[in-house]
């Protein structure tokens, strides 16, 4: 699986991006699908995701009521629409796929097998 995001860019303080990322394969839906975000000096953190049956989705403490995750399996597509958006929002944002992970491991970005090449969104005060 081929996965390319894009839909950053600047954005000040309470304003709205929608992140994409295209998914190449047959069996998107089979996959578990999720964001993840990258600030300078900082570990790799867990933002949202839908899990391998594509029923549930999950999100960390710091989004909820913000942002959504959205997935299109005819488009093999994975959105994140993220509204009111806050400086410490600012990082590169990563799609990922994995179509074994279990629900358990879901946020933990060493299980995913594939990856986007990740957008930069950066959210101004």
């Known amino acids: 699986v081929q996965l390319q995001a894009s839909g950053g860019g600047l954005v000040q303080a309470g304003g709205s991006l929608r992140l994409s990322c295209v998914a190449s394969?047959?069996?998107?839906?089979?996959?578990?699908l999720a964001w993840f975000r990258q600030a300078p000096g900082k570990e790799r953190e867990f933002v949202a995701a839908?899990?391998?049956?594509?029923?549930?989705?999950y999100y960390t403490d710091s989004v909820k009521g913000r942002f959504t995750i959205s997935r299109d399996n005819a488009k093999n597509t994975v959105y994140l629409q993220m509204n009111s958006l806050k400086p410490e929002d600012t990082a590169v944002y990563y799609c990922?796929?994995?179509?074994?992970?279990?629900?358990?491991?879901?946020?933990?970005?060493?299980?995913?097998?594939?990856w986007g090449q990740g957008t930069q969104v950066t959210v101004s005060s």
């Open positions: 394969g047959r069996t998107f839906s089979r996959y578990a």
């Open positions: 839908f899990s391998r049956s594509g029923g549930s989705t």
């Open positions: 990922a796929a994995d179509n074994s992970i279990i629900l358990s491991q879901l946020s933990n970005a060493v299980q995913y097998d594939y």
